[in-house]
Each structure stands twice: as structure tokens, then as C-alpha cells.
């Protein structure tokens, strides 16, 4: 059955339309892009069946950045729709919006205010078990401030605060995933010179379910974090910025669940030549994290990874926690200035812990599982308008080490490819 875009998302791209048409065309700060991709993957829903699948997305995407003076102006638009060969229950209508400012203000002081919404599929590996290609559509909603004092200078001081909010469509899938997030912190930095700074703070994050009912209340889980903070110009062709944290959980429901322990992120970047360039990323996240410092969800796409906590209403009695390992690493080559080429290889690591099971569904403990992703990439600019790109993945998902154990996602054992070809017509 053909899908219609609901009303909210056609007003959007109505207004949306309607601004870009209002802009003189000499107005430099705004794009436009159009872009078709076509992917084929051998195993779309992600377990032992090995289902393939097409999948068409055709994209409109919308930018603005205009600086005025000491003030800086960003927005953009996404608006995609999504058509499946064989699972057109999969079919959809997505969008993402966002905007920014930013401000100095007086001799010594920055203020940055950010928020963005969004509507897509959520991935089908993260959907229950039992139900991988339910039609699942997972919207998010956020906002932030950043205060910053002491623009120029030895030291400074920022402060942030921020809220985030996430539903799901799936009846059995929100009373367990809906979700929202208030996060804080505040860190000093000194910079010792234009090249390397150091910064010391704090930070919290705390995360209600209000459909997940432990003992009669909702289900919170509160976060506080001391983080160390680097970023260092090593030489003019490598950068280097991380944040260290020691992080505390604390469950309402289960005390059994809390963490305690280092998080944090890292990422390096190394171009030794002028066609050649190294990264490399690490990070270690909570189901908690409020910094969202993950590279990529399970389906290889390289991504921030919003949660992992994701599952089965059947199992809502069970607390949970999770840590997340992932590393990341790409190198890119530019033999001329119209072609490219990138390669990357990918880890995450998941360890997993129930402290406390009410159902009969298994018994608790500890299971990890590894998912790896190698990948490889070509794109070619024809002009500065027209490109054209396609891709490969080779991805694998190991077997939970426990399988005994009861957790929200039980992840299956499977592997599989995925190719892709993109063409984007860009005028800005």
C-alpha cells in the first residue's frame, strides 16, 4: 500500500520551499542538494534468514549559514522517502531539521543555542527479536544552550545545558523505549597555547522511561561524570581531541544495575600528504551517555549510536545495563581533485549485564557480542554540482557469549553485504 507524507512533514517542506524561493539568488549562504541512492544488502533483516533487499532513498536537503557580524545563523532540511522491493511494509517518509546560533557577546562572552527534529525508520536489527520488520518509526526531539566566558585567553569557562526527547511507533516496542533526557556540565579549559588546551568539569545526564513501570514508578537513570578533556594541534598535518570520564550510574529500580567506571572518547586525525588522510576513533559509552560519542549503529552505517538498551517488551521486568566499545578507523585518498576513495574498518564491542529478572524468560548474568564492518568507497565529482558515489560492506554479527542470559536485545548471530550507489545534484 502506497504511503502518504503526513501533514506536518508536507507543511515543512511547504515552508521550507517557500524560504528558499524568497532568497535572492545571489544569496550565497544557501544550498540546495538532491541526491538518489539505491542499495542492495543481503541480509536486511539482520538475522539467519538472510532476506535481501532493495531499497531506493531519494533525498532533499536544504542548508543555510549566514554570519553577520559577531552572530552566526545555520539551519537545514532533510526530507527523504524510502522504497522497499520486497518488504514495502518498510516504506516510509523521514525528515530531519535543525538549527543553530551562535553569539559573542560584550568583550568575553559566547553563547550557542542549538535544536533539531527528526522522524525515520528505526533500524531493523534493533527491533524485537521476534518482530525485526515491524515498521517502527522513531522520532527525536532537542535542544541545548553552551555559555562560554573567556573568548580570548588562558582560560575559560563553559557551561551547557540540554534536553532530548524519543518516541516510538510500535505499540510493544514504546512502553518499553520512549524515552527523556536532561543533561548539564560544566568544564574549565585552559589553553596553553593555540595549539594544545586542557579542560577539567563536570557533567550529568539523567534519563527517564515513563512507560517502563519498576515497582509502580518509571524507571530513571541518573548519570554524573568527571571529565578530562584534551585537544592538541600535534603538527600541522595531525590533530588529536579526546575527553576521559569516570562515570556513576544509578538506578531507580535495581541498585544491582548501576556502573562505575572510565568512559570517554577519542579521535585522531593525520593527513601526511595532500591526497591522503588518516582517522582513527575510539569511544566507550554507557546506555546512559549524554554525549553521544558512538561511531555507528549495527547496520554499518557510521553514525552516532543513540542507544543499545533496545528490545522486546516481554522482557520490561529485566534492569539492565550495557557498555558499548567501538573503534573506528578510515583512510581517505584523493588521486585528483574529481576522485576518491575511502576504506574503513569498524569494531563495537557489546557487554551486557541483567542484575534482576521478574519474568521466567531466563536467568541473569553477564553476555558480550562483537559486530565488525570493512568497507570501501569511490566517489567522483563531476563538477562542483554533479557526484556520483558507490560503496560496499562486508559486516558480521558474532552470537551473544551467553545466550541464557536475558536481555532486552538478544543479538543473533548473522553476517551479509551491503552495496550501494549514490548521484547528488548540489547548487550553492
Not at 563538477?383 to 536485545?409: D, L, W
Request: glycine share 8%; with cysteine.
Amino acid at each position: 500500500m502506497k504511503q502518504k507524507m503526513n501533514q506536518y512533514t508536507l507543511s515543512l517542506v511547504s515552508l521550507a520551499a517557500s524560504l528558499a524561493c524568497s532568497v535572492p539568488a545571489h544569496a550565497d549562504p544557501l544550498s540546495l542538494k538532491l541526491s538518489e541512492t539505491v542499495t542492495y544488502d543481503t541480509n536486511y533483516a539482520r538475522n539467519t534468514s538472510d532476506d535481501a533487499e532493495v531499497v531506493s532513498s531519494t533525498g532533499i536537503a536544504l542548508g543555510l549559514n549566514k554570519s553577520y557580524g559577531r552572530q552566526n545563523y545555520s539551519a537545514s532540511g532533510k526530507f527523504g522517502i524510502d522504497k522497499h522491493k520486497n518488504f514495502k511494509e518498510q516504506d516510509n517518509n523521514n525528515y530531519e531539521l535543525s538549527g543553530g546560533f551562535v553569539s559573542e557577546i560584550a568583550s568575553n562572552w559566547a553563547v550557542a543555542l542549538n535544536g533539531s527534529t527528526s522522524e525515520k525508520l528505526n533500524s531493523v536489527e534493533n527491533n524485537p527479536l521476534n518482530n525485526r520488520l515491524a515498521k517502527n518509526m522513531v522520532r527525536s526531539h532537542a535542544a541545548g544552550m553552551n555559555l562560554q566566558y573567556g573568548v580570548a585567553g588562558r582560560w575559560s569557562l563553559l557551561g551547557s545545558l540540554g534536553m532530548a526527547r524519543t518516541s516510538y511507533s510500535l505499540d510493544s516496542y514504546d512502553d518499553y523505549q520512549n524515552r527523556k533526557q536532561s543533561s548539564g556540565g560544566l568544564r574549565l579549559v585552559y589553553n596553553t597555547s593555540d595549539l594544545l588546551s586542557f579542560g577539567l568539569g563536570v557533567s550529568t545526564a539523567n534519563t527517564e522511561y515513563p512507560k517502563q513501570i519498576v515497582a509502580g514508578v518509571p524507571e530513571e537513570i541518573k548519570q554524573r561524570s568527571l571529565d578530562f578533556t584534551t585537544n592538541w594541534q600535534v603538527t600541522g598535518f595531525s590533530r588529536l581531541d579526546s575527553i576521559l570520564s569516570y562515570t556513576k550510574n544509578k538506578y531507580k529500580s535495581d541498585s544491582r544495575a548501576d556502573f562505575k567506571g572510565f568512559t570517554g572518547r577519542l579521535n585522531w586525525n593525520y593527513k601526511p600528504t595532500g591526497v591522503t588522510t588518516y582517522s582513527l576513533s575510539a569511544a566507550r559509552v554507557t546506555n546512559n551517555d549524554g554525549s553521544g560519542t558512538g561511531l555507528r549503529n549495527n547496520a554499518g552505517v557510521y553514525d552516532t549510536i543513540e542507544d543499545y538498551i533496545l528490545g522486546n517488551i516481554r522482557y520490561v521486568d529485566t534492569t539492565i545495563n550495557s557498555v558499548t566499545t567501538s573503534i573506528d578507523g578510515r583512510m581517505r585518498w584523493t588521486p585528483t581533485a574529481k576522485l576518491g576513495f575511502t576504506a574503513g574498518l569498524g569494531w563495537d564491542r557489546y557487554d551486557v549485564t541483567t542484575s534482576r529478572n521478574v519474568s521466567s524468560a531466563g536467568p541473569t548474568g553477564k553476555t558480550s557480542s562483537d559486530y565488525t564492518v570493512v568497507s570501501l568507497a569511490s566517489d567522483y565529482n563531476f563538477s562542483r554540482a554533479i557526484s556520483v558515489g558507490c560503496s560496499i560492506q562486508q559486516y558480521k554479527q558474532s552470537a551473544e557469549s551467553n545466550p541464557q542470559v536475558t536481555t532486552n536485545v538478544q543479538r543473533v548471530g548473522h553476517d551479509g553485504r551491503q552495496f550501494s550507489c549514490n548521484a547528488s545534484f548540489t547548487i550553492d
